[in-house]
């Protein structure tokens, strides 16, 4: 059963907190979470492998809601995992990659202190099940159940280490998703007065209705829209997302920036676009809120000095194109389009920016600071580092062949034929502003000169490079399968191009 991606790390918290002796609890609880993520990947694709090779339409983007129809945690709890549409395989897929990372870089940055891996690997556990239920869930107040879990789970890794900057961070990210938690339960409230349901199918169905129910309807988006963009750390809610990214452990920043957000704002808008319905109003809002989006966290990063901001302001110029391709989604071959570029770039942006802030580790590590004006020509002493950095660079850039070239071209595309060439050439632009802050980012930590300070660097250990050089390899294999992709998992988007 899909609910199994719930129950196994609630229960395997359960059995690492049981009175047995420390010692063993803490050896083992940063495996058992790795060895979770690793089943969780296979899962991702364990019904039909053979299939999956093939052109089928299991793979043409179906974002039907089969699984759990039914009302609250039942439908979730009925759920087979055969039944789980091709969106939650993604998710699932980038959930647990980001996870293993997560875990091989806690192996290194979180030093020898084993009762700090300990909790880490707890709060981990908590957090990868809360993501699951938020892809799993057909029913808002389900959903909103799981975004919690999510939330305050992220509040305690952030403050992992109890400093200032962290204690800063996570109460900044408390407050906002405490605001984003009363606009979500408000929009709740109002789809329930009109149906006194709080399934997906029964909120599409009162949105698609009569008059009256259509404006408290809209009352009821629109607050959905307030809170999803809190916890996505869309322009202009974004302001928790720098300081939450910065100031966190590596291994948090590695969850939060790879995936948490992705699933919390950005997957939760994906998804609900379909249950709201693609109406102009909510595609405009969209559009608008993408391109500001886009621009604004560009622009941000081009004046950051400490590596880890400068990431923070890209994540959230990058969310902006996925936002940006919901504009223009749709039941049409455009819209579908926009819809396969959305998912793509959501896949793509958890792997080229779990690998940057995966690095970021490294160098933090190695180095002893963030800050690019202190660093430079590093790459002689951290060549792997240094070389998977510019792959992820150059991917989040949108440069071909690699993986984010695709996913931005089918975005650009979509947008254009719909109508809106203004803002796709809006956000080919600012890809080009994102080439320029990684040009700068590469020239002053990786290249150049050899900073005095950094002559006595050497390369990350084996757990900083492993996950370097899985997520680089899928960057360029993702870029280079293309054609392939195409024909397959998206069949629509082939089809059309």
Not at 277 to 295: C, D, E, N, R
Not at 381 to 387: E, N, R
Not at 471 to 479: N, S
């Amino acid at each position: 059963m899909a609910a199994l991606l719930i129950v196994l790390p609630l229960l395997g918290v359960v059995l690492l907190n049981l009175p047995l002796p420390r010692r063993w609890t803490n050896g083992v609880a940063l495996s058992f979470a790795g060895v979770f993520c690793a089943l969780e990947v296979v899962a991702a694709f364990a019904n039909n492998i053979a299939a999956w090779f093939g052109v089928m339409s299991y793979w043409s983007l179906d974002l039907s809601f089969a699984a759990g129809s039914g009302k609250g945690l039942s439908g979730l709890l009925g759920a087979k995992f055969a039944d789980v549409d091709d969106l939650t395989r993604v998710m699932f897929l980038a959930i647990s990659l980001v996870g293993l990372c997560a875990v091989w870089v806690a192996r290194y940055s979180l030093g020898p202190d084993a009762e700090k891996r300990f909790r880490f690997a707890n709060l981990l556990l908590l957090i990868l099940a809360g993501m699951n239920g938020i892809v799993l869930v057909r029913d808002l107040f389900a959903l909103y159940v799981f975004l919690e879990i999510t939330a305050v789970t992220s509040f305690v890794l952030i403050a992992l280490e109890r400093g200032k900057q962290a204690l800063e961070g996570a109460f900044k990210y408390m407050v906002l998703s405490a605001v984003a938690t009363a606009l979500l339960l408000a929009g709740i409230a109002l789809l329930f007065i009109i149906t006194g349901d709080t399934s997906f199918a029964a909120a599409r169905s009162a949105l698609a209705g009569g008059a009256g129910a259509s404006k408290v309807g809209l009352a009821a988006v629109a607050l959905f829209l307030a809170g999803l963009s809190i916890k996505a750390g869309l322009v202009p809610f974004h302001g928790w997302l720098p300081d939450a990214y910065a100031s966190a452990p590596a291994a948090v920043s590695v969850l939060l920036a790879g995936i948490v957000t992705k699933v919390s704002g950005v997957y939760t808008l994906i998804r609900l676009a379909e249950v709201f319905g693609y109406s102009a109003p909510l595609k405009t809002t969209m559009l608008i809120a993408g391109a500001f989006s886009i621009v604004a966290g560009a622009l941000a990063a081009l004046a950051q000095k400490d590596f880890k901001r400068m990431l923070a302001y890209s994540s959230i110029s990058q969310v902006g194109y996925i936002i940006l391709a919901l504009g223009v989604a749709g039941p049409d071959t455009v819209g579908q389009v926009a819809i396969a570029g959305a998912v793509l770039h959501l896949f793509n942006h958890a792997i080229f920016k779990t690998l940057l802030f995966v690095n970021s580790a490294a160098v933090e590590q190695q180095a002893g600071t963030l800050d690019m004006d202190q660093l430079g020509g590093i790459s002689v002493k951290m060549p792997v580092t240094g070389t998977t950095s510019v792959l992820a660079m150059l991917s989040t850039a949108g440069i071909p062949p690699l993986s984010g070239f695709w996913s931005k071209l089918l975005i650009v595309f979509a947008v254009w034929k719909a109508g809106h060439q203004g803002w796709a050439a809006l956000a080919v632009v600012s890809s080009l502003i994102t080439l320029a802050y990684f040009l700068s980012m590469q020239r002053r930590v990786f290249f150049g000169k050899l900073s005095a300070s950094c002559a006595g660097l050497k390369e990350a250990g084996g757990w900083g490079l492993l996950p370097a050089l899985m997520l680089a390899a899928i960057t360029v294999l993702l870029g280079l399968g293309a054609p392939w992709l195409f024909g397959t998992f998206l069949l629509k988007v082939g089809s059309i191009l």
